[in-house]
């Protein structure tokens, strides 16, 4: 029998030859689709037909549920499984005792900085809370350099902000949601950045690993990027990065309150609606997931961000690395950053419109129109309207 | 009876493929356009059912603070930037017609090169000229002084006027050549004979004659401005200037396939369709107005 898989990630179909070989019952066929894809999927589910498996980043797996594309994984003893993964991973697809997908990828937030110029040309260390962050940017911003550049527009950072901080903004309650993006944990993250925002310490032009920053990382003008683990790869695209960075945890709250880190990023196999072959599906997905010859297939061809199995980050992950000056950050850095995450945080079914909001609203806020404190309060008030526009049982927390 | 059913046959391959196309998607749009969605459950498995749903979506659609930017700021995109490639054709048309050109063949198909670049690929091309720290244009901006950041939320609208223009000019212009073209000799003569200079020739004679080219273009170009989506789509990587419902046909897209909202997504292109056909009219309606008034 043969099992179609669209996904994003190269040579998966060389992860999949190792299942294929290692059996005669199921065989897996992978094609690649652009990570932007998901129109492609929802619309040949819509039509009736589309693969067996697709690949879906975490947040966006309730839409998929919410645009009736799933299986819903319980359905076919999955919950079983659920020890094999880091509890981190598995958190982000489970909503109210379903599961959804099969973490593949995710990407805990850690902080990369250019060393050679932070700290041996500035005298400066990587910020390890966020009142050191102000300070440092502070500092940095005065040379003519910027510590960090943004793209007010992806809304998904500042939800990487108050996921670490503390926060759950979305909470499945019975047949509902409940809507809370105006906690302390929220505002305290919005106070902080409006301070930072109205101080112009930080670049506000473009994005991590857009054209520009490289230009502007080649040259050691922007000096770190607060981002997903995947993002080690990235560096490694700097112009003349070799032996000059190196990787520190995200910057957490003085006072301890939150976590280690959060999320950015992600990827999870789902099982499409039209599948015909739902178990074996899953089988090969569990598999891929948590067999450690899948995994380090899986680092070596498709450059996955991060291992969501329990205990087994991939044996190229155990050693240092050359180009982070000898570090072995992922063992150092990145372990702690998977293992700090906020459990109790949950995807909505609408997280691209979301997203859209805090993006639209970011913008705004650097420019100087609306702070982030009220866009917050804002942004709740119009994702429950949203909600309830598309049929779904929402409130605002009391 | 055979002669009859004859030119449906040859017709039937070409019927086929453009009602399954182009009428049946048209209908089903829509369609969607007033339908919505209603589910019980977190995630909709306690059921979907989709209904009938009257002018509620166009309502929403009219009534979303950022569809109706993204028409405003379209609809100033046009007013600036079909006026200035409509008078830059024009320019370079009779420029190119007249007597005293050289080369015309050569810059002809000089001007109208970049017509021949896909949209996309001018945009990533452009891009590495608004960059800063890549641009030669901002290095050399800034040696004399000038900061300008082609990328900047008040500037990006502009930068994306400039990737039009500098595409569709040379197209827009070949058409008013062919027009041109196609003036009788005579015409010019006689204007020569009664002492008419190259500007005379060109207001007098060649302005008037070039009406229906001129129409034209202009038509195409509002056409083409209300569909405006791959150059912001690709600069919105590196402009924080541009959101994802910044043109109207990108807040159609958002909501189909980013906000799973097909009612509202049908709905938002629908009023799309209809703007371009009622600003087509008008266009038509004041050229026809101005052709009597003669």
Known sequence: ?398 | MRSKSAPWILLAPFLVVFISTMIVPILMAIGYSFSSIERSGLLGEGGVTRSFAGVENYVAALSNANFIESIGRMILFGIVQVTVMIVAATLLALLLESASAKFPGFFRATYFLPYGIPGVIATILWSYLYIPGLSPIVDVLGLVGINIDFLGPNMVLWSIANIVTWTYTGYNMLIIIAQLKAIPGELYEAAKIDGAGAFKVATSIQLPLIRPALMLTIIFSIIGTLQLFAEPQLLQSMSAGITSEYTPNMSAYAFAFQYNDIGMAAAQAVIIAVSAFALSAIALGISSWTEKRR
């Open chain 1, 1 to 398: 029998m043969t099992l179609t898989y669209w996904s994003w990630f190269k040579d998966l179909q060389k992860v999949c030859d190792i299942f294929n070989e290692k059996q005669d019952r199921i065989r897996v066929e992978a094609t690649w689709i652009s990570g932007e894809d998901y129109a492609k999927i929802l619309s040949a589910v819509a039509a009736g037909g589309g693969p067996d498996i697709g690949h879906v980043d975490m947040r966006s797996v309730p839409e998929f549920a919410l645009a009736g594309a799933l299986v819903d994984l319980t359905r076919y003893g999955f919950a079983e499984q659920e020890d094999q993964f880091a509890p981190s991973a598995i958190s982000q697809v489970n909503i109210e005792n379903s599961f959804w997908a099969v973490p593949q990828d995710y990407g805990p937030v850690a902080t990369f900085y250019n060393r050679e110029v932070l700290e041996d040309e500035l005298g400066l260390t990587p910020p390890a809370t966020w009142e050191e962050f102000h300070e440092t940017a502070g500092a940095v911003s005065e040379t003519g350099k910027s510590l960090i550049s943004l793209d007010p527009g992806d809304g998904f950072m500042p939800i990487a902000w108050v996921m670490q901080a503390g926060a759950v903004w979305f909470r499945p309650e019975s047949d509902g949601w409940i809507v809370n993006m105006t906690d302390d944990a929220s505002i305290r993250v919005a106070e902080f950045w409006d301070q930072i925002l109205a101080e112009k310490i930080i670049g506000t032009g473009y994005g991590a690993f857009t054209t520009p920053w490289y230009a502007a990382a080649g040259e050691g003008k922007v000096l770190a990027a607060i981002g997903g683990s995947w993002s080690d790869a990235l560096i490694k695209t700097v112009p003349d990065g070799h032996g000059k960075w190196a990787v520190a945890p995200m910057p957490v709250w003085q006072d301890g309150r939150g976590y280690a880190s959060a999320v950015q990023g992600s990827s999870s196999g789902v099982i499409l609606s039209n599948s015909q072959h739902p178990l074996e599906a899953l089988e090969f997905l569990t598999w891929m997931s948590t067999d450690p010859e899948s995994i380090d297939a899986m680092i070596e061809y498709s450059g996955i961000g991060w291992s969501t199995a329990k205990d087994y980050i991939g044996k190229a992950r155990q050693q240092p690395s050359e180009f982070f000056s000898g570090q072995n950050y992922n063992e150092e850095v990145m372990v702690p950053m998977a293992e700090g995450q906020n459990l109790e945080w949950t995807w909505a079914p609408l997280m691209q419109r979301v997203s859209t909001i805090i993006g639209d609203g970011m913008t705004a806020a650097v420019n100087g129109e609306i702070p982030l404190t009220d866009m917050f309060a804002n942004a709740q008030t119009e994702i429950v309207e949203i909600m309830r526009e598309i049929g779904l049982d929402a409130e605002e927390a009391r």
